[in-house]
Antibody, heavy 121, light 106 residues
Framework: EVQLVQSGAEVKKPGESLKISCKES????????IGWVRQMPGKGLEWMGI????????RYRPSFQGQVTISADKSIRTAYLQWSSLKASDTAMYFC??????????????WGQGTMVAVSS | EVLLTQSPGTLSLSPGERAILSCRAS???????LAWYQQRPGQPPRLLIY???SRATGIPDRFSGSGSGTDFTLTISRLEPEDFAVYYC????????FGQGTKVEI
């Protein structure tokens, strides 16, 4: 079964760093893009960016460029979303998801279960 | 930037009724790069429709998508109790954007 398993919930203070993960199993990780989607409490879905594991080509939504880093380790079939200095406004559920085909901009057919990040002093 | 506007914001219906959800793009989407997702409380989104009208794997045929250009529709022919949820459209023709969602409530 194809699945994406995300790391567990995090509680952090403003200014701290954080790296959350998304590990895949059951398919050829290299041939797809993995995207990250933010969902703030009670709000809708917001596309953050995507990474192509095969060559680490990465694309960001302009509002997230410089605010987060998307990376991947092909050897352990894992994608990451990282912050160097968290803000309270980063409090949200973060989903990773796989593109349906090997196109960067595409629908997402497989989703992780989500990682809740809470940032509070 | 291609923005998506979904309507209505909330749809109040009963089981067995038909639901019609709308998604309008701020500019024409080439090759109908439009998808629909369902999100139940506490769960990740689930892909229902891609390419405006193609059902994703395992999606019941009561879900159908239509439209082209700037106007798209998701139709649920007969609502089942598990269909009461929030639905999002997504365009992937120009980067990626989601609509703000339509809640289908009992």
């Amino acid at each position: 079964e194809v699945q994406l398993v995300q790391s567990g919930a995090e509680v952090k203070k403003p200014g701290e760093s954080l790296k959350i993960s998304c590990k895949e199993s059951g398919y050829s990780f290299s041939n797809y893009w993995i995207g990250w989607v933010r969902q703030m409490p009670g709000k809708g879905l917001e596309w953050m960016g995507i990474i192509y594991l095969s060559d680490s080509d990465t694309r960001y939504r302009p509002s997230f460029q410089g605010q987060v880093t998307i990376s991947a380790d092909k050897s352990i079939r894992t994608a990451y979303l990282q912050w160097s200095s968290l803000k309270a406004s980063d409090t949200a559920m973060y989903f990773c998801a796989r593109t349906r085909a090997a196109a960067g901009y595409d629908a997402f057919d497989i989703w992780g279960q989500g990682t809740m990040v809470a940032v509070s002093s | 930037e291609v923005l998506l506007t979904q309507s209505p914001g909330t749809l109040s219906l009963s089981p067995g009724e038909r639901a019609i959800l709308s998604c309008r793009a701020s500019q024409s989407l080439s090759s109908s790069y439009l998808a629909w997702y369902q999100q139940r409380p506490g769960q990740p989104p689930r892909l229902l429709i891609y390419g405006a009208s193609s059902r994703a794997t395992g999606i019941p045929d009561r879900f159908s998508g239509s439209g082209s250009g700037t106007d798209f529709t998701l139709t649920i022919s007969r609502l089942e109790p598990e269909d009461f949820a929030v639905y999002y459209c997504q365009q992937y023709g120009y980067s990626v954007e989601f609509g703000q969602g339509t809640k289908v409530e009992i």
